[in-house]
């Protein structure tokens, strides 16, 4: 009886361990990669396709450079007294940044405001002199020749204090060109020349250079083939322009995306007959100053949406003999179909496909090499990484679809009659 009871154990045992065992493969199975399946029909991963607005963007290399650049030299001659700002720090415009030693010019203002002071004192006496004459003219008391020299004299004494005043005025602008002073502001640069240093006016060699970083430009080439291809695009309506303010966004060499979006400020309006290319500008803020004037970048620029588009993972489209993009599509009979793709362009790691997929195609992007054109297959949903990509999650076994329309059913069928003519 006891042999009996233990030989009865061991049967429940065995039995669960094997269901166990079961519910374990099936596990392992649905989270398993596509591969090669019993009775011939192999397990591939798809991504079902569905009409989506893309925004399209176009990615140009370019350098940053300072919104505004300013050379400071000196405008009078003389010996630099002292350095009155920082290197490397920010400065205002109107700032004071060196001092000239202004003893010789300070003199010769003082020189001017005496001279003027000397001509506006002749100017009372010529005038009362006129009027005198005035007076006695009409007496005949004094010549017609007295009366005009009285009146030229009193003229050339107004004019000696025209002059004088413009004297003094030079005179006041020298001395105020003694303290340079900053143009533009931004953050200034090393000093070429220390104080003690004789400099003239308008030099060559600048005695500092001030940059603008914020905000900053981005200068980037376009390639004239794009410029007409997007043109051609937006008068067919396959691509809608959002707006007036195209946005901007940058990445930066060591692959880092920008924090701050800019914006387009200009089209070059000539192309470049050696290189094929046309220059954009665009402006960025930059109020941590992480961008610097040099720098490498790429930027993104939005150049409209492009409405009920379809995005493929390149990692499910090959080419033929052809050359001609194709994708692998399993159809509702659970059939690989080869559609051919007309292709547009890539939108990060997908093509944008113009024709040759519909509404709901479910298009193989893992185990397609071992799935063949009219081959019954299991497809299982995967995602795709839009930014890297490889597949990051597998599901279940995919449904096929319920319906699909009309769009997608004559895309099938040029699809169909583009694989015979193959």
Not at 400 to 414: H, K, N, R, V, W
Request: proline share 5%; charged share 20%.
């Amino acid at each position: 009886m006891a042999a009996h009871r233990f030989e009865r154990s061991a049967l429940l045992a065995a039995t669960f361990a094997l269901v166990l065992g079961l519910v374990g493969c099936d596990e392992r199975d649905a989270a398993a990669p596509p591969g090669p399946g019993a009775q011939g029909r192999p397990q591939v991963g798809v991504v079902t396709v569905r009409p989506q607005s893309v925004a399209i963007t176009a990615e140009m290399p370019g350098r940053t450079t300072a919104s505004l650049v300013a050379e400071v030299r000196p405008q009078v001659n003389g010996i630099i007294k002292a350095r009155l700002f920082e290197e490397g720090s920010e400065v205002q415009a109107g700032d004071a940044l060196y001092q000239i030693d202004p003893a010789s010019y300070q003199a010769t203002y003082d020189s001017a405001i005496a001279a003027q002071q000397k001509a506006e004192a002749a100017v009372p006496s010529a005038q009362s002199k006129v009027e005198r004459y005035q007076g006695l003219i009409k007496q005949k008391a004094v010549s017609q020749q007295d009366y005009d020299d009285a009146v030229a004299s009193l003229a050339q004494a107004r004019a000696e204090v025209a002059a004088a005043k413009a004297d003094v005025e030079t005179a006041r602008i020298n001395l105020d060109y003694t303290r340079i002073t900053a143009p533009i502001g931004g953050r200034i640069e090393k000093s070429s020349l220390t104080p003690g240093a004789l400099v003239t006016a308008r030099q060559d060699t600048a005695l500092t250079t001030i940059r603008t970083l914020d905000p900053i430009n981005v200068d980037v080439t376009q390639s004239s083939t794009n410029l007409l291809n997007l043109q051609q695009a937006i008068r067919d309506g396959r691509i809608k322009v959002s707006g007036e303010n195209v946005k901007v966004r940058l990445k930066l060499d060591n692959g880092e995306t920008y924090a701050h979006p800019g914006v387009l400020e200009f089209s070059s309006a000539y192309v470049d007959q050696t290189t094929g290319t046309y220059g954009v500008r665009a402006q960025f803020p930059n109020p941590d100053r992480q961008l610097l004037p040099g720098m490498y970048v790429r930027a993104l620029i939005e150049e409209g949406v492009a409405p009920d588009s379809f995005l493929v993972p390149q990692r499910g489209v090959t080419r033929n003999t052809k050359g001609e993009p194709v994708a692998l599509v399993v159809n509702a009979d659970n059939k690989v179909e080869q559609r051919v793709l007309s292709v547009s362009r890539s939108v990060g790691s997908n093509w944008l496909v113009e024709t040759g997929i519909g509404d709901g195609d479910r298009v193989i992007v893992e185990g397609s090499q071992f799935a063949r054109p009219g081959q019954d297959v299991t497809p299982i949903d995967v995602v795709v990484d839009d930014t890297t990509g490889e597949v990051r999650e597998r599901g279940q076994q995919s449904p096929a679809p319920a319906a699909t329309s009309g769009e997608a059913a004559a895309a099938a069928a040029a699809g169909a009659s583009s694989t015979k003519s193959n």
